[in-house]
């Protein structure tokens, strides 16, 4: 909970039967089960939406005749008032209110009188949550979006400035081939764009008005679904009254969305965190990112990364919260679905806060290019690159191989790469070889050579980062 407003909750037992529906009560709700029932002390942060939603329903209501002009303004106007208050920190929540909702319309009523108690008119608060989660995640969406775009942004210039800074590219963690950190740099780039039209796409289902589904059934009064919708912003009104108010796919969607996102900073997290260690050595971050121990003085550790690679659990377990929620859950709404929001709100603040870390963080990464070389070059990364040339002087594959294999063998003897072995000590292997074999097993020979779309080459990568810029201000 971040908003001011959530200080003030009062735990006062309700002496009364709960107002809103107390009719066929005999005897008030237990205090323990108010309180275990209640939601208000986390679903306040949906009083924005709740708002809206709610002026929204007036104004229809009002359109069609089921409100006079007077009684529309009247509502607007003390929704507005309890929306100023609330943001202002100036309203006490009570848990006797159970929800968002009821605390809402009950200080309207309490402010405006009875003229209150007619804005629930064909309406439930079944259809208001499933509107009110609609209309937060939306725009908790579109603000995540703006985030992965400036991480983006930051990985498509560190990238820029990088196309020619070579390093060895892995498979195993062992070193396999030479590639360029703009490269490395431009792959973390395209796992986030997927992330970003994930987004985009959860966005687009959930952008549906579900006011007017009622509890489940619809209701009797001529509402006009489409202007509710439209004042709303969505896309439409939702199909069926039953899916409506008990359909939260778009919450295990957007969930699934922020794992897969956090499984994608918690890869980078981990290439940084082995990267800053004395062992690689690749890259420097500044301190503002790291901390030391209270005992080690030499210690630097990179906390941010750490952190955000340990986050990575808790979203994964915030999906599997709402997995196993709606799991064999009969239609239409059950009180099992409050327990929605805590997952759902967690998962977007903590996708925040690392989004907000990363792009805070990336820009500032400073590459330490006579490391990244000398790991190259340890590792006869060129050793495709040679078996290549001996295919292009005749030799089958196969045979290549073995030949490059036997000359890695030399060299981890006498503890000398391949590019700076002699002809003639290359030659013992293959006498097809010649003086130009020294282009391709030179690092800037093999990267060089990779030049097509999506390869690794200086060249290749000036262009994909033009690309994935050009893509990113299209947005
Ligand atoms: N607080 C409830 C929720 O979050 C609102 C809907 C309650 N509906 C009901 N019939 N009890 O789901």
């Known amino acids: ?18 107002q809103a529906w107390g009719g066929r009560f005999d005897e008030p709700v237990d205090d323990f089960v108010a309180r275990f029932t209640a939601s208000v002390q986390f ?10 939603g709610s002026i929204a329903h007036a104004q229809m209501l009002c359109e069609v005749d089921v409100l006079s002009a007077e009684e529309r303004d009247q509502i607007v106007a003390g929704l507005e008032h309890i929306g100023e208050d609330i943001g202002a920190g100036n309203f006490t929540w009570s848990i006797a209110r159970e929800d968002v909702h009821m605390n809402i319309e009950a200080a309207l009523t309490e402010r405006i009188g009875s003229v209150g108690k007619k ?7 079944n259809d208001q949550v499933a509107t009110d989660i609609r209309l937060w995640l939306r725009h908790q969406i579109d603000d995540l979006t703006t985030l992965v775009g400036l991480l983006q942004r930051g990985i498509i210039d560190l990238a820029g ?29 395209e796992m986030l764009e997927r992330d970003y039209s994930r987004l985009i796409d959860c966005r687009e289902r959930l ?4 006011l007017g589904a009622a509890a489940l059934a619809g ?12 004042k709303l912003g969505f896309a439409k009104p939702s199909e069926n009254s039953l899916d409506s108010v008990s359909d939260r796919d778009f919450a295990i969607e957007f969930c699934a969305a922020a794992s897969i996102l956090m499984t994608h900073l918690s890869r980078i997290s981990e290439e940084l965190i082995l990267w800053t260690s004395a062992q690689f050595n690749f890259i420097y971050l500044p301190d503002r990112f790291c901390t030391g121990s209270s005992i080690m003085p030499q210690k630097k550790n990179p906390d941010v990364p750490e952190l955000v690679r340990g986050k990575t659990g808790r979203v994964n377990g915030n999906l599997i919260a709402l997995l196993t929620l ?8 059950n009180k099992d679905n409050q327990e929605d929001k805590e997952p759902l709100f967690d998962s977007v603040d903590t996708l925040a806060d690392c989004l907000r870390a990363f792009a805070d963080m990336v820009p500032a990464i400073v590459a330490n290019k006579d490391a990244m070389y000398s790991a190259a070059k340890a590792g006869f990364s060129t050793a495709t690159d040679l078996a290549d040339y001996l295919v292009g002087r005749g030799i089958a594959f196969r045979d290549a191989h073995e030949i490059v294999g036997k000359s890695v063998a030399y060299g981890i003897d006498k503890a000398i790469d391949l590019s700076d072995m002699s002809l003639a000590e290359l030659r013992q292997f293959a006498p097809e070889i ?22 690794t080459a200086p060249s290749a990568v000036a262009a994909a980062t033009l690309r994935a810029l050009a893509r990113l201000e299209n947005r």
Not at 167 to 181: D, K, S
Not at 207 to 210: A, E, L, V
Not at 326 to 333: G, R
């Open 1 to 18: 909970m971040t908003d001011s407003q959530d200080k003030k909750t009062t735990s006062a037992p309700t002496t009364a039967a709960n």
């Open 43 to 52: 679903d306040q942060r949906l009083y924005r939406e709740d708002i809206q």
């Open 119 to 125: 804005l629930h008119t064909g309406r439930s608060r």
């Open 161 to 189: 400035r990088h196309n020619d800074t070579i390093m060895p590219g892995f498979t195993h963690l062992q070193t396999a081939q030479p590639v360029t950190f703009g490269h490395h740099l431009l792959a973390w780039n």
């Open 207 to 210: 952008n549906q008005c579900p």
């Open 219 to 230: 209701t009797t009064y001529p509402i006009d679904r489409q202007s509710s919708a439209e």
């Open 326 to 333: 709606m799991k064999s859950q009969p239609l239409a709404y």
């Open 434 to 455: 010649d003086a130009d074999v020294f282009d391709v097993l030179t690092l800037e020979g093999s990267v060089a050579a990779r030049s097509h779309h999506g390869g």
